[in-house]
């Protein structure tokens, strides 16, 4: 049976359009300055650089369980791009979006405007609401006041991806229904700074009208490997090769980084290699072997891991997802080895995660084993601790739901945290070394 085509590049970015909120002149800390060269400082959401952080403290509990529930519409819309299909399906009530959690300044237009996009490595595009926006919730983009910004024609290569694209005064446009949600905009091309590199001519889309529910406040820059990535739009100057380090979500500062481009690079890192799904080809595929807990490597079928394009399943490195999330037989046994090395302790259970205690643990090593890298999981990226120390839970959980998401493996960012992880793609590979960015 021939597998169908790869999905068009906009229909699932659909709900990603987020508003943008303009950037203060300067960081209210010094951790939240620039860096200098072709490196971006990288904060949490909820940080104090940023201005989305939560309006009111949120106890430990209400904070785990709204990151679960992010988690799970992530997955919903990681296994939506897998699958090859072209809308995602929506829970019980609200509609399913994807929140990211990792944040960059970008300078927009001429004379630059200061926006904040988020940083997703499983999308493509970029996506900014712009001035006279319906709907929009927040500050947007001036696109009036630049003198360099130009809407698309129909003509363009660009517009003939959109999906449904129409022509009004010469102008590409596109109408995407998501559920109860509708969004319309300009494909349009302006220039981007992203630290002290200008790019000219950046295709973006440019948000005019949103119906529907509503959306999170943060633009969005997407750092896959597809057509209107930021790596495809800057091959020249970057070489398809970037990376990060991604600091703790208890980081108060602006700390973690995006290194644009070879230069710069850690020499003494292992890499693993890259693969390639045909059905979405943007995702950044790995090849994992094993899990190691403790000293002895679980038992879990090779199946559980391989990839597989008629479905989507294998395994991911993600910036968007929160928690890592195992696909069902290799979840169980992870977290069974994880019980038995800790010990005969009670055990509770807290939103989706089964493997919670209210008495301290000794947890055991858990080590990813990829091929040509082993990435060994610290304490801190492994366990979540309540803030009063009387709930620890293993920072893991299933795949689980639908068909579509029992399939995919996801190497996700708490597990990624003061680690620097390099995605080269001119070689196929991706590296991780241990960094401390917190």
């Not at 989305?52 to 819309?77: C, G, H, N, V, Y």
Request: net charge positive; charged share 15%; proline share 9%.
């Amino acid at each position: 049976m021939k597998a169908p085509p790869p999905p068009p590049l906009f229909p699932f970015l659909a709900f990603l359009l987020f508003s943008s909120l303009a950037l203060p002149t300067h960081g209210s800390h010094p951790r939240c300055d620039d860096l200098p060269g072709s490196d971006l400082r990288v904060f949490h959401v909820s940080s104090p650089c940023s201005p989305f952080k939560p309006p009111t403290s949120l106890s430990w509990e209400e904070s785990i369980l709204k990151m679960q529930t992010d988690d799970q519409a992530r997955l919903q819309f990681l296994s939506s791009l897998v699958a090859g299909k072209s809308v995602v399906p929506l829970a019980s009530g609200r509609q399913i979006i994807q929140t990211p959690t990792y944040i960059i300044r970008v300078k927009v237009g001429t004379p630059p405007q200061r926006m904040l996009m988020a940083v997703d490595n499983s999308n493509d595009a970029a996506w900014i609401p712009c001035s006279g926006c319906v709907g929009c919730s927040s500050s947007v983009f001036t696109d009036s006041k630049s003198t360099s910004y130009k809407n698309l024609g129909c003509k363009t290569p660009q517009c003939r991806q959109a999906p449904n694209p129409t022509c009004m005064a010469g102008a590409c446009t596109f109408n995407i229904t998501y559920g109860s949600a509708s969004i319309a905009g300009n494909l349009s091309r302006d220039v981007f700074a992203l630290a002290a590199d200008p790019i000219p001519s950046y295709t973006f889309g440019c948000i005019q009208k949103t119906t529907g529910a509503s959306i999170p406040p943060q633009g969005l820059l997407g750092l896959g490997r597809g057509q209107l990535s930021l790596l495809s739009q800057t091959q020249s100057l970057y070489k398809s090769t970037f990376s990060y380090c991604l600091p703790s979500f208890k980081s108060p500062n602006f700390s973690g980084s995006l290194r644009l481009g070879p230069i710069g690079q850690p020499i003494r890192i292992k890499y693993t290699p890259l693969l390639k799904n045909p059905r979405r080809s943007s995702l950044y595929y790995v090849k994992l072997l094993a899990i190691r807990v403790g000293r002895r490597v679980v038992d879990i079928p090779p199946s559980a891991f391989a990839l597989d394009p008629a479905t989507g399943g294998g395994t991911i490195i993600d910036s968007g997802t929160v928690f890592t999330r195992l696909v069902k037989p290799a979840y169980q046994a992870v977290r069974d080895a994880f019980r038995k090395r800790v010990g005969n302790l009670t055990v509770t259970s807290l939103g989706g995660f089964d493997t919670c205690y209210s008495v301290p643990i000794v947890a055991p090593i858990v080590t990813f084993m990829f091929e040509g890298l082993n990435v060994t999981i610290p304490p801190d990226n492994l366990l979540i601790h309540s803030t009063a120390g009387s709930i620890t839970c293993l920072a893991m959980a299933e795949t689980s739901g639908d068909p579509l998401n029992s399939v995919l493996n996801v190497m996700a960012s708490m597990q990624q945290q003061n680690h620097r992880v390099v995605f080269d793609v001119p070689n196929s590979r991706v590296g991780v070394a241990r960094e401390r960015c917190t």
